[in-house]
């Protein structure tokens, strides 16, 4: 990533301030931060937001920490990020809460064990980062944090909100946690489920024919041969490495053998969860017929 202070873009371009206002508006430069730009790349919105935090950093006072999404990025946790979304810092030396477009400060008291260096950035630590959004995010936002937080081992105790602002709607979310959940989707899914009173399944149970063989680990079972997964995009695009047709054509054998062996399986993707209702009706009508679903196992 190539960054310009915006005396050494005009520079390096031969263009004056109002060259670069332009090209700011036209969208050929995106602002890091006061006085730093980069040229537009294709980047995912944390992505982008992560070149925000590395600008920002450049220009923190001490006392100063990256806090909520901001946190998370550094700490690898899954949160959604919105391009318009400014860089958050809380401030330990006083001062008042401000926002602008590219940055959002918030005083703060911060304990020795709330903060950590990540990348020699000063941020509030995995457990602060953690309970600070279980607070302020919609309930499966927070529970996708939390399940994250439980998968790298932090003890469910240690996430305990027990006062202060949004510490109801943190505990909810902290009780529910899984770390058994492997993704941001399979807790969001979980989450609706809770939401629309649909009874919670299992997360990862082996499952084997009546003869024994395995036959896989879906995301979720709820008894009687109902299972559900959750397919997210980067199982197919060729993020990890595979090919993505030899990875579909897996999925579909795998498929065709639990519904051989008598199961009902319900598959939903991301965009499915974006229509309000449509994957909670799927899962209803499976166990609405589970009396004629039931596996031979």
């Not at 990256?66 to 946790?77: E, K, N, P, T, V």
């Not at 330990?92 to 926002?99: L, P």
């Not at 498929?255 to 909670?280: H, I, T």
């Amino acid at each position: 990533m190539t960054v310009y202070t915006t005396k050494s873009w005009m520079h390096d371009q031969s263009c004056d301030r109002k060259g670069m206002d332009s090209a700011l508006r036209s969208g050929q430069l995106v602002r890091l931060r006061r006085g730093v730009v980069m040229p537009t790349e294709s980047l995912a919105p944390w992505e982008l937001h992560r070149r925000r935090v590395d600008a920002a950093a450049l220009a923190i006072n001490r006392g100063t920490y990256f806090a909520f999404q901001s946190a998370a990025i550094l700490h690898g946790l899954p949160v959604r990020i919105v391009d318009a979304l400014p860089v958050q810092v809380v401030r330990t030396m006083g001062g008042r809460h401000t926002r602008n477009r590219l940055l959002q400060a918030t005083p703060a008291i911060l304990d020795d064990d709330d903060a950590d260096l990540i990348d020699g950035l000063p941020t509030t630590s995995l457990r602060r980062t953690v309970t600070d959004l279980a607070r302020r995010l919609s309930f499966p936002d927070a529970v996708a944090v939390v399940d994250a937080a439980l998968r790298r081992g932090v003890e469910r105790e240690d996430l305990a909100t027990p006062s202060g602002y949004g510490h109801a709607r943190a505990a909810q979310a902290v009780a529910f946690g899984d770390p058994a959940s492997e993704s941001f989707g399979e807790s969001h899914s979980r989450a609706r489920m809770r939401l629309a009173n649909i009874p919670i399944p299992q997360l990862q149970v082996d499952q084997f024919t009546a003869g024994g063989r395995f036959l896989g680990r879906p995301d979720f079972d709820w008894g009687d041969g109902i299972i559900g997964e959750y397919d997210g995009g980067s199982k197919y695009d060729g993020t990890y490495g595979d090919d993505p047709r030899a990875v579909i054509e897996a999925e579909k054998q795998r498929q065709q053998a639990f519904v051989d062996e008598g199961y009902c399986v319900v598959r939903w993707c991301w965009k499915d969860l974006q229509s309000p209702g449509l994957v909670e009706s799927r899962i209803r009508r499976a166990l609405a017929a589970r009396p004629f679903r039931k596996a031979s196992r």
